[in-house]
Structures are given as C-alpha cells and as structure tokens.
C-alpha cells in the first residue's frame, strides 16, 4: 500500500509525544528532554523547539533535528520506521493527510503531570509495599551506619536501595504490586512503557520515605550515593519526565514524637534523611524535615498548626551553620520565620557549636563524647 506522502509537522509530534513544557516563549518551547533530563522537576530543560521553524535541539545530547527526527529519535526508531508509524497515526486519527499549507496552531499538551499526582493514601500503599521488594545494599548501610544509625533504627526506617538496573527486576516488582491490587497511576517514579508494562526509574543510591503528619508516606527521596557526582546529593523518586509518569513535589517529612507533658517542642530541619538521624540522636524528638531551606513552607507551618505549637521555645529551626556565609539561606530563614509569623506562631533559629557544618554532625560527635 503507498502512502500519500505527508509532512509530519511539529505540533503533531508534540501533541503525541507529551513532553514536559517547561516554558513557551511564541514558537519556541523548552521542555525537559526525555533522555537527560529524566531526573528534573525544576528549572530549565535542555531540550529547544521551535514549533514554527520546525526544529530540535537537546543542549546536553547534543542532538536536533526535524519533527520527524525528534519523534524517532525519542521513540527509538530510525526516521523511517518513524515515518511510517506516524503516517498512520495521522491519517487514520486526524483529517489532515495533505500536505499543510497553514502555519501552525499551538495546542500542545502541556502537561503539568503533578496534576495526575495520586492521593497520599494510594501512594502510601503503593511505596510501604514497594519498600518491602527492595533491599538496602551494603554501600548504602555503610553510609547510613557511618551517620550514626544502627542497624536496626535503619531497617525500621525502611531505607532501600533504588538502584535496580535490570529492567526485568523492576517490572517484576511492579508486576507484584499490581497483583496485590495496588495502582501505579499517578505515584511519583512509576511509569508506563508503550507495551502497557509498568517500570520504576532507578537510581544510584537508597530511598527515605518521607511521611505526613498522620504517618503515611507523601513520597521517598533518594540520597544518591556516587563518587564524583556532580549532580547533587538528593533527588526525589519521580517519573514526571516520563510521558506516562508523574512528578513528584517538595514533600516534607514529620518523623518522631513530643512528650506532651515535658517537651511540647518542635523542631524544623533542612533535609528529610537530616530529620530521621536527628530525631533519632535526640531520644525521638519530633523534626520535621523540609526538603530545602526555601522551600515547603507552607506544609511546615501546616504540620506546626496541626501540633498545636505556637509560642516562643516550641519551634525550632535547626540551619546548617553555613547559614552565617550564605545570604540566601539568612533571606530563606527570614521568609519563613515571616510565615510563621503570618500564622501566629513564633519560630526561633537554634543556634549550636560551629565547628560543625550540620546539626546531625554535631549531635554524632556528641553522643561520641568528642564536644559538649
Ligand atoms: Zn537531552
């Protein structure tokens, strides 16, 4: 059968890849690239379009080209075998099987896929079963040990590795999951391939599950455990640059309790992983672990409401002691020191020895008897 030759324009390979648009500026568009940028859920992406000039480029893969090129490339095919599965595409599912003469209409689907993010109660379900499928690799226990957890506060934490690079593994675990009766739609760090199989991204290092005021986990970061990376040291588990997946957000992370009677405090901590060792080192006080200094907010204040915690010595802010160089991190603490204040609760910084970088480094050497 011969096909009338059509021209594959770049609003219909967009409209079928459904990539993650991260800015449109007329026809240009930047979004994440699907092959470097599987990580991102913030900033600019590498990957240019312009819908107009009908062109690609990927500023990392250093890979452009045409729709058509952009469509194999991403669909790993060769141009032709792309060709011919657009082709039909095309003229089967739209009118269009001439060649256009218009200049085209923007109507991609910009996906914003936080918007599919599924609620906390499936994700809390789908993680705690995925967790007990993962195992925790020596490297990474020898990590967490040499941060002052022991063995034991480490497997009750549920720390696994995430860094399960067979494919066939992963989508057996997926497999699993859904034999139990859970959903994968719409929980960060799942995704879809073509054939319909569910996989998992995978990653070089282990997973802390971050969980809400009630318990149940929002979502895992990854502590990426590499030498040379470059990269930064955390991520969270999320697939949002996956067309079938979905983006994780700045989950927050509450994580031991207060003796209602003794100690009505609280403290608020920069990292998830920081809160768990922390809490632990101080006889399981209650953290709460925010992703970064200038971010989450909101949800700390939120969690600080729910506690019932507002006067001055219950809020604790626990800063890197970087905080005295960095200007950004003394603007961040002002801001949410601002937020809390909006919401009528009193927030002081807690200050500690400055020989030490981070409060849970301090606490170690500590409870190692090497400060006061
Ligand atoms: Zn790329």
């Known amino acids: ?27 240009e568009l930047n979004a994440y690239c699907p092959k470097c940028d599987i990580h991102k859920i ?59 003469v218009a200049e085209p209409t923007v109507n991609y689907n910009i996906t914003v896929k936080s918007d599919n993010l599924a609620p906390v109660e499936q994700r809390d379900k789908v993680y705690r079963e995925f967790i007990k499928l993962l195992d925790l690799d020596e490297k990474h226990k020898e990590h967490l040990l040499l941060r002052g957890l022991t063995e034991t506060f480490i497997k009750f934490k549920s720390y696994k590795s995430l860094n399960v690079r067979d494919e066939r593994k992963r989508k057996e675990i997926c497999k699993t999951l859904i034999e139990k009766g859970l959903s994968l739609e719409g929980v960060p ?24 005021f009630e318990g149940r986990i929002q979502g895992l970061q990854v502590r990426i455990v590499k030498e040379n990376s470059t990269s930064g040291k955390y991520r969270w588990f999320s697939s949002g640059n ?18 209602e009677e003794k100690c009505r405090r609280a403290f608020i901590i920069e990292g998830i992983l920081k809160a768990d060792i922390c809490s632990y080192l101080m006889d399981g006080e209650l953290f709460i672990g925010i992703p970064g200094i200038a971010n989450s907010h909101d949800s700390a204040v939120e969690v600080v409401k729910n506690l019932g915690l507002k006067y001055e010595g219950e809020v604790y802010v626990v800063v890197d002691n970087d905080y005295y160089d960095k200007k950004e991190v ?13 919401a009528g609760i009193s927030i002081l910084r807690l ?17 190692r008897g090497e400060c006061a």
């Open 330 to 342: 003394q603007d961040a603490f002002e801001k949410l020191k601002k937020k809390f204040k909006e």
């Open 242 to 259: 996956v067309p079938t997946g979905t983006s994780a957000k700045n989950f927050i992370h509450v994580t031991g309790s207060f003796n």
């Open 42 to 100: 913030k900033g600019e992406g590498h990957l240019y379009i312009n819908v107009y000039k009908n062109t690609f480029f990927c500023h990392k893969c250093g890979v452009g080209g045409n729709a058509l090129q952009l469509y194999a490339w991403l669909s790993n095919m060769d141009t032709k075998e792309a060709y011919k599965e657009l082709t039909q595409i095309l003229t089967k599912g739209t009118k269009r099987a001439r060649k256009a």
């Open 1 to 27: 059968m011969k096909h009338e030759l059509i021209d594959i324009r770049m609003d219909d390979v967009l409209n079928l890849l459904r990539l993650n648009i991260v800015k449109q500026h007329g026809n």
């Open 189 to 212: 760090g799942f995704f879809r391939h073509s054939d319909g199989s569910w996989d998992f991204i995978n990653y070089d290092g282990f997973c802390i599950p971050a969980k809400d």
């Open 351 to 367: 200050g500690f020895n400055l020989s030490y970088k981070g409060f849970d480094d301090y606490l170690l050497a500590k409870a």
